[in-house]
């Protein structure tokens, strides 16, 4: 059974940073798509950034410019490096992973069902 353990979430003001891990544990050789996915109160979850065991990555356009998605293979974690926070950026930050890289991986930006397994999340809040 995997386990996604997300941290890293914090309160930060606009304008700021903040780094969020993810560390996959039971780990195999299932995953091969891990992704960040937030939602704020009242709203949707939403994709955030996706990257797949070859490198590639995709965005939302909400956060192009301004987050960065990195991963370690060897550590079997995915970072999220986020810059120039905005208010608007602040939600529950949900860490995924799926079994499929390429395509479907980048399409989970968009539709992020399909993605088997999920972390507890970690809370970014970002002040004016």
């Known amino acids: 059974q995997v386990q996604l353990v997300e941290s890293g979430g914090g309160s930060v003001q606009a304008g700021g940073s903040l780094r969020l891990s993810c560390a996959a544990y039971?780990?195999?050789?299932?995953?091969?798509?891990m992704g960040w996915f937030r939602q704020a109160p009242g709203k949707e979850r939403e994709g955030v950034a996706v990257?797949?065991?070859?490198?590639?990555?995709r965005y939302a356009d909400s956060v192009k410019g301004r987050f960065t998605i990195s991963g370690d293979n060897a550590k079997n974690t995915v970072y999220l490096q986020m810059s120039s926070l905005k208010p608007e950026d602040t939600a529950m930050y949900y860490c995924?992973?799926?079994?499929?890289?390429?395509?479907?991986?980048?399409?989970?930006?968009?539709?992020?069902?399909?993605?088997?397994?999920w972390g507890k999340g970690t809370l970014v809040s970002i002040s004016s």
């Open positions: 995924a992973a799926g079994g499929y890289l390429g395509s479907w991986c980048l399409a989970r930006v968009d539709d992020h069902y399909g993605m088997d397994y």
């Open positions: 039971g780990y195999g050789d299932s995953i091969y798509c």
């Open positions: 990257i797949d065991r070859d490198g590639s990555t």
